[in-house]
């Protein structure tokens, strides 16, 4: 039975369910970033997926990079799957601007996190969700 891990589900904020992946808005303001998570048990890394579960991830971390291409024009979308905190299999899929507070470094531990005030929560889940069709 699938379970997100604890500290995810403490640092995000559900969006849609995609066919293999839970897809989460990490409450952050400082970048638009999402998580894919595969909806499989005990996975860790990126080669514990299944074959049919490996081209979907990949299909789908295409679709999170281009869906935040369309609504955020950013300058660089960052792909990675790091794990080295929780360990459960997550994506991450950063849109990146050469403007922001970690450019050109990685985003960890370079500002604080910016929680979203509600508000701005609710406008950025639905351009999200209209950059993904699910409006």
């Known amino acids: 039975m699938f379970e997100l891990h604890p500290q995810l589900a403490a640092?995000?904020?559900?969006i849609v369910t995609w066919?293999?992946?839970e897809v989460l808005l990490i409450n952050d303001a400082?970048?638009?970033?999402?998580?894919?998570?595969?909806?499989?048990?005990?996975?860790?890394?990126?080669?514990?997926l299944a074959p049919d579960d490996l081209r979907r991830a990949?299909?789908?971390?295409?679709?999170?990079?281009?869906?935040l291409?369309?609504?955020?024009?950013?300058?660089?979308?960052?792909?990675?799957?790091?794990?080295?905190?929780?360990?459960?299999?997550?994506?991450?899929?950063?849109?990146?601007f050469i403007d922001d507070a970690a450019w050109p470094q990685p985003i960890w531990g370079v500002v604080p996190a910016q929680p979203y005030k509600a508000d701005a929560l609710?406008?950025?889940?639905?351009?999200?969700?209209?950059a993904f069709g699910e409006s």
């Open 58 to 67: 990949s299909e789908e971390t295409v679709r999170a990079s281009k869906a």
């Open 30 to 48: 400082n970048y638009p970033w999402l998580l894919l998570v595969p909806a499989r048990d005990n996975l860790r890394d990126f080669d514990d």
């Open 19 to 21: 066919p293999l992946s």
């Open 122 to 130: 609710e406008a950025r889940l639905a351009v999200l969700r209209d």
């Open 69 to 96: 291409k369309t609504a955020f024009a950013p300058d660089k979308i960052n792909v990675g799957a790091l794990g080295n905190m929780v360990p459960q299999l997550h994506i991450h899929v950063i849109a990146r």
């Open 11 to 14: 640092d995000t904020v559900p």
